[in-house]
């Protein structure tokens, strides 16, 4: 084969390391190296460079892996083989992530076994070219930034999946408030993911969340959406959610047999603390029953909690001078 007198990058943009296509070199063969750029001599394994950018002229002086394998000169030249290997040192900003599957994650503020998809993008550069090399291309002919993503995904997402499952869990956000903490749970994630795309001499420039969405047509989701608007509905009236489910409690202690007056009613004495109490009472008293049998049948309810010991004695003579004041 003919002997290559100058060699030099024709790979296209998208490649992080690219071989040059023949092997057939000789000293005084022209290395030439763009800026953003290095090149490496490889032979037998062993690693000649780096070459940074610029014309290089091939020689003992700068391989001496060639000491050992010129022989006499050939026409002023000693032909020998190896590999010549280009790394693009320049930063690749639009590398696409996203989880394959929903994540199931327990919503922090209610409870609820919710499905999310998060999706976005990472920036990468070359830190340390020759572990790249032996790391990650091997024998391969080049790579690319999008394979370089596949070799990435397992482990990105099995991290990915933890951070955010972590970061939800301890915000006590619900999964459709999360949007609000993006730019944190990004820089979380970067931080982690850093550490591993290094060991592979791969730097994380950037990387961020675009979005963390959950599939609107999901029964989960939809219950979740619901308890949001209700939680919502308590809001406007100053009642919350913790509120709300020990309220829940008492109308299934109670059976659930009278009106909501009946419930409400028994509230105003119920050891949930001083506020609930309160609070409790204060729509009791708005929505009081006027009528004589709805008394009668608040006041059976009332006895009926004090039979369960949901309500003292103390508390049952309260609530019930309340009633026929």
């Given at each position: 084969m003919a002997i290559i007198d100058r060699v030099k990058w024709d790979g296209s943009p998208s490649q992080l390391a690219w071989k040059y296509p023949s092997q057939e070199l000789s000293t005084g063969t022209q290395l030439i190296v763009n800026e953003s750029q290095l090149a490496f001599m490889v032979r037998d394994g062993v690693y000649e460079g780096p070459f940074g950018a610029g014309?290089?002229?091939?020689?003992?002086?700068?391989?001496?892996?060639?000491?050992?394998l010129v022989g006499l000169p050939f026409g002023g030249q000693s032909p020998f083989s190896a590999e010549v290997w280009f790394v693009n040192l320049a930063t690749t900003l639009d590398?696409?992530?996203?989880?394959?599957?929903?994540?199931?994650?327990?919503?922090?503020?209610?409870?609820?076994?919710?499905?999310v998809r998060a999706f976005g993008q990472y920036g990468i550069r070359i830190d340390d070219p020759k572990l790249f090399l032996m790391s990650l291309v091997g024998t391969a002919?080049?790579?690319?930034?999008?394979?370089?993503?596949?070799?990435f995904r397992a482990v990105n997402t099995t991290r990915i999946k933890t951070a955010i499952a972590a970061a939800i869990g301890g915000s006590g956000v619900s999964v459709l408030e999360i949007s609000t903490r993006l730019d944190a749970l990004s820089g979380a994630?970067?931080?982690?993911?850093?550490?591993?795309?290094a060991q592979y001499g791969v730097a994380l420039t950037h990387f961020s969340i675009e979005s963390v969405n959950v599939p609107e047509a999901d029964p989960a989701v939809q219950t979740l959406k619901a308890a949001l608007a209700r939680r919502a509905e308590m809001n406007i009236v100053g009642f919350d959610y913790q509120q709300?489910?020990?309220?829940?409690?008492?109308?299934?202690?109670?059976?659930?047999?009278?009106?909501?007056?009946?419930?409400l009613g028994a509230g105003m004495g119920l050891a949930m603390g001083g506020a609930l109490g309160a609070s409790v009472g204060q729509m009791a008293q708005a929505i009081a029953p006027a009528a004589h049998g709805e008394r009668i049948a608040l006041l059976r309810e009332l006895a009926a909690l004090r039979e369960r010991n949901?309500?003292?004695?103390?508390?049952?003579?309260a609530e019930k001078k309340r009633i026929l004041a």
């Open positions: 014309r290089h002229t091939l020689s003992t002086s700068n391989m001496p892996l060639l000491r050992k590398v696409r992530w996203g989880t394959p599957d929903p994540i199931q994650l327990q919503d922090p503020k209610f409870g609820i076994m919710v499905p002919r080049g790579m690319d930034a999008a394979t370089l993503a596949d070799y994630l970067k931080d982690s993911l850093a550490d591993e795309t709300e489910r020990r309220f829940d409690v008492l109308q299934t202690a109670a059976a659930n047999q009278g009106s909501a007056a009946t419930v949901i309500l003292t004695d103390a508390e049952f003579d």
